[in-house]
């Protein structure tokens, strides 16, 4: 083989180095853009579950909100200078109660469309429980009568705290239990809301025993 001359020996050496290092350029120039899509992927994706987050966090405050609304509105129908025979305070209150109720709708709704992963008995019987716990304001009212909570572990009284308490439970523990939130199904979301309005939840044992159904279910 005839020997190289200088400037081919030249030649052979700047590209023998330059190859690799274009290479290395390269092969870099590759991982530092896939980084950048991957950071940017990470971003989206830790941007879309705060988003998400955010929204669930708002359905437990309105519950929190709906708890306090329903408490100040049994604390006004049972006061004593509250007068349930005058028209006017009684339809006064009766739109209050019923914007309270339909709040407990809208957040049941909200529930099963942003924390139904899978169907569950016990969350579709809390919702049950609350929905028909808070008609008893509106039922009470529109016949003229005070809500019958007269003592802490009267039925109707605890029935409305426990679904309350279940339910916040519930959402906290979906909302700071894990960093990524559960995709939602929407055959157990719809089973859900079918199930908590049904009226299979109507009579489930509460009210007061001198309460007669024509009082209770208006």
């Known amino acids: 083989m005839a020997d190289l001359t200088f400037t ?15 290479i290395a350029t390269l092969g870099g120039q590759w991982l530092l853009n896939r980084y950048e899509l991957d ?11 705060r988003f998400v987050r955010e929204r669930q966090y708002e ?11 329903f408490m100040s509105l049994y604390r006004l129908i049972n006061a004593q ?11 006064s209150l009766l739109r209050q109660c019923a914007e309270a109720e339909a709040g407990v709708d809208a957040v049941i709704l909200r529930i099963a469309s942003k924390f139904t992963n899978e169907y569950q008995d016990s969350l579709s019987q809390s919702l049950g429980n609350l929905r028909q ?7 009470r009212v529109s016949t003229g009568n005070r809500l019958p909570f007269t003592y802490s572990s009267q039925q109707d009284y605890v029935r409305f705290k426990t679904a309350f308490a279940q339910i916040a439970t519930y959402l906290s523990t979906n909302i700071f239990g894990s960093l990524e939130p559960l995709p939602v ?5 719809q089973k859900l809301i ?8 109507e009579r489930h044992g509460y ?10 279910y208006q």
């Open 8 to 22: 081919q020996e030249l030649i052979k050496t700047v590209i023998g180095g330059a190859v690799p290092i274009a």
């Open 39 to 49: 950071k940017k992927r990470r971003e989206s994706r830790l941007e879309f579950s």
């Open 59 to 69: 359905s437990l405050v309105q519950l929190y909100q709906l708890f306090g609304r």
């Open 81 to 91: 200078s509250t007068d349930l025979s005058n028209a006017e305070v009684q339809k």
């Open 133 to 139: 716990s808070v008609q008893i304001w509106r039922e």
């Open 185 to 189: 199904r929407f055959d157990a979301a």
């Open 194 to 201: 079918l199930d908590a309005f049904s009226n299979k939840w």
């Open 207 to 216: 009210h007061d025993a001198n309460d007669s159904p024509e009082d209770l």
